[in-house]
């Protein structure tokens, strides 16, 4: 999953209370591992905890061999936001340095140049958009789902 600006604010106040990377991230995995997923439509995703709600949208990504991403990211200088949720990885890292504690596999990949964000996963990219309190509907059976 990655993050806009505006949700990362909200989630550094909210959950992490610390501007680091991987706080935030760690944070935001152990609220994905308490909350519930609600499929609103077919870009829109919500995850709930009852009493907070993750508003996402999804990104359209490639399904790519390890080694064609090598391929894709080989030439890029500078520091990246690089994600793998699979392992629980987040951090300010060159691309190719990442890519090299990734598993071989098949992996959607999405890349955006002008936000210097990464992203690769089993699952397709999710883009957080804000962290709000939970509306009413959102609130309910929350322990059995």
């Known amino acids: 999953m990655l993050l806009t600006r505006h949700a990362e604010e909200r989630l550094v ?5 610390r501007k ?5 991230y760690s944070e935001l995995w152990a609220f994905l591992d308490r909350s519930r997923r609600i499929d609103i439509n077919e870009r829109v995703v919500i995850f709930t905890d009852g009493r907070k709600s993750l508003v996402c949208a999804r990104l359209d990504c490639e399904r790519l061999r390890l080694d064609e991403i090598h391929e894709r990211v080989k030439d890029l200088k500078g520091t990246y936001r690089c994600v793998f949720p699979d392992m629980r990885l987040a951090r300010e890292t ?3 340095k990442f890519l090299s504690e990734i598993p071989d596999g098949v992996y959607c990949f999405y890349f955006n140049r002008e936000k210097r964000s990464l992203y690769i996963g089993s699952e397709e990219p999710l883009l957080a958009i804000t962290l709000r309190p939970a509306k009413r509907q959102e609130r309910g059976n929350i322990g059995g789902a």
């Open 13 to 17: 106040k909210r959950l992490a209370k």
């Open 20 to 24: 680091k990377l991987e706080r935030v």
């Open 94 to 96: 060159s691309p190719v």
